[in-house]
Structures are given as C-alpha cells and as structure tokens.
C-alpha cells in the first residue's frame, strides 16, 4: 500500500490513542491498556491524559482505581494496567534496573540504598506512603537519607526490581514481583499492542516509545503476525481497510500526553515549524491544543480558568468555537475535583 498523507495519519493515529469520540474508552483500565500506559511523572497530567480518552471521567475514577503507577517505558513514570505489568517488567523491568543500578552507583549512594531496602519495603507493606513521608520514615529507623543527586532514583531503583508499585494518587506500596514472562513473548506483545494504540507507526517509532534499541524493536515487530505495510509504517491486520473516523473540532491534552511521545517525531499531529512550541527544552513537552488533530497553541492555567496561547489561530466556526468552550469547561471541571477535598 502506498503512504499515507498527513491528514489520513493524524486521523488513524487519534482513532488509535482512543481520542474520537467514536473510539472514546469506557473506563481508565480500558484507556490505559488502549495506549499501554499513561505517562504519569505529573500525577495530575496522568489524569489530564484519562481525561481525554474516557468521556465524563472524573478524578475519583483514577484516584479509586486499580491501576499501578511504576516505571516502564523510556524509564519513566507510567499509569499502567495491573495485568499488563508483568509482560511489561518482563520486556523493560531488567533493562530499567540496570539503568538505575548504574545511576545509584554512580552517585555514590548504592549501599546505602541496598541497606535500606529491606526496612522501605517493610514501611510500604503497612501502608502506602508518599516518598516524603516514606524518607522520614527510614530516617526514624536509622537510615540516612539519599543525597539529593540520588533521592530521585532511589524509588525507581526499587521498582525495577519488582518490590514496590505506586498508586494513582502518587503514593508507593509494597509488591510482590510480578510472575515471570518469556522475553520474547513479551516483545511480541509490546510490539503488538504499540502498534493497536499508535499505528501505523515505524520500527523506529517503537524504539523512541519503549527506550529499546532500533534492532530490538525491529526483532518485535517482526514478530506480530499479518501486519500491514503502507510506506515505511506498519498497521495491525484490517486497520488500514475502513476510514478513520474524523478528528474532533477541538481537544486539549495534557502536558506529557502519550499521542505526542509515542514516536520518533510529533508530525503529522504537530508541524514541524511548531515543534518548539510543544517541546521548548528541557524535556517539558507543553499541554497542546489540536484543532482538526493538528497542534495549533498550547494551554495552560489562571485561577482555575483554561487559557489558551495560540500560534496557529483557527478561523472561528460556530462547531469550533462550541468545541473549544466544552473543553476548557472540562479541563476546568477536572482540575477542580483533582483540588477538592471530597
């Protein structure tokens, strides 16, 4: 098949990530295994990102449920399915731990570290706690506190290894490791289910997304049966057949949103003239705004109101101006239950 324009793209792409209203998720647990995870370093852009692809979600329905916050793709912070982890720590888990095993040595706090872990996970097994309290905690114990070049990678340290799990609300608990999953199974799975939550999408645009290497995401790949081929992208068996359905007029999504790190560029959902105004620097990826599926400003927050900076002003349509006014209402009334105390 030949490639596919732009238009077409960000219109499957949308539909993929479960931002249409026609594939709109029926509750979190749906949402996030549609995309694998949220990324969720931002507790409250994690539930931003829900927002978007469960209509009507409210705060309460992530803060109350079950899914696991840990470490996964790329290293970093994800909301994820309890039953996607174990294949996921089976792909990723001994890659991250290596990866923070050398950044805890490199910083000169291992041991300590090491000496703690058996009392941290003690602490998590009687309650969850915030990092915070949890550090206090050890403190009394007798623990010294990490360093503050170490304090951020002491907790994924110790997920990577399978014995503490967060929840949504930002606090950790004691786990037990997942059951183990053959590696391979386990790549063909990533592979599969990337390609349902972002195809079509490339080998390279797997390994941007996951942190694995090029060959490796590769290998995946191949292993998923009956893929499509249109270009250099690659689609699921029947996901290229019918039309996508149409973006929406108007969506905001939220600071690190999953529909703009899940490849190795943001086009065709960001321009590439624009590009610096959603990613300035600093690894901030920016709460955008898509108009049609495409990026054309950035949001933000005064005093619990949606302001919009545009850099791509749209022409003002009666079916924009009402989508643009059901979104910053929304996102309002969101942000306003995430802040309350019921």
């Known amino acids: 098949m030949p490639a596919i324009d732009d238009e077409r793209l960000r219109r499957l792409r949308l539909a993929a990530q479960r931002l249409t209203p026609a594939t709109a998720a029926d509750g979190v647990?749906?949402?996030v295994r549609a995309v694998v995870g949220v990324q969720a370093q931002d507790v409250r852009a994690a539930g931003l990102a829900l927002r978007s692809r469960v209509p009507g979600l409210r705060r309460a329905g992530v803060d109350r449920s079950d899914l696991i916050r840990t470490w996964t793709k790329r290293g970093t912070l994800h909301l994820i399915d309890p039953a996607d982890w174990p294949w996921l720590h089976a792909a990723l888990g001994q890659?991250?731990?290596?990866?923070?095993?050398?950044?805890?040595?490199?910083?000169?706090?291992?041991?300590?570290?090491?000496?703690?872990?058996?009392?941290?996970?003690?602490?998590?097994?009687?309650?969850?706690?915030?990092?915070?309290?949890?550090l206090r905690e050890l403190a009394a114990r007798g623990h010294p506190v990490p360093g503050q070049r170490s304090v951020n990678v002491l907790m994924p340290w110790v997920a990577s290894q399978g014995l503490v799990t967060g929840l949504p609300d930002g606090r950790y608990r004691a786990a037990e490791p997942p059951p183990a999953v053959d590696?391979?199974?386990?790549?063909?799975?990533?592979?599969?289910r990337y390609l349902a939550g972002y195809g079509p999408a490339a080998a390279a645009d797997l390994a941007s997304w996951s942190g694995l290497p090029l060959?490796?995401?590769?290998?995946?790949?191949?292993?998923?049966d009956g893929?499509?081929?249109a270009g250099d992208l690659l689609a699921l068996p029947g996901t290229l057949e019918a039309p996508p359905p149409p973006a929406p007029p108007v969506l905001l999504l939220a600071a690190f949103d999953t529909a703009l790190l899940g490849y190795r560029t943001r086009v065709p959902l960001v321009s590439a003239a624009d590009d610096r105004r959603i990613l300035p620097g600093g690894g901030m990826l920016r709460p955008a705004v898509l108009v049609g599926g495409l990026a054309a400003?950035?949001?933000?927050l005064a005093s619990g109101t949606v302001t919009i900076d545009w850099f791509r002003r749209p022409g003002e349509t009666a079916r924009l101006c009402a989508g643009l006014r059901a979104e910053q209402?929304?996102?309002?009334?969101?942000?306003a239950e995430a802040s309350c105390s019921c």
């Open 329 to 335: 209402a929304d996102v309002e009334r969101f942000l």
């Open 95 to 134: 890659r991250n731990r290596v990866r923070f095993d050398a950044q805890m040595r490199r910083r000169g706090d291992y041991d300590a570290a090491a000496g703690m872990l058996g009392d941290l996970v003690a602490v998590l097994r009687d309650r969850p706690l915030d990092r915070a309290a949890l």
């Open 183 to 192: 590696p391979d199974l386990a790549l063909a799975t990533l592979a599969r």
């Open 297 to 300: 400003g950035t949001w933000g």
């Open 29 to 31: 647990r749906a949402a």
């Open 227 to 229: 893929t499509e081929a």
């Open 215 to 224: 060959g490796t995401a590769r290998r995946a790949l191949a292993a998923v």
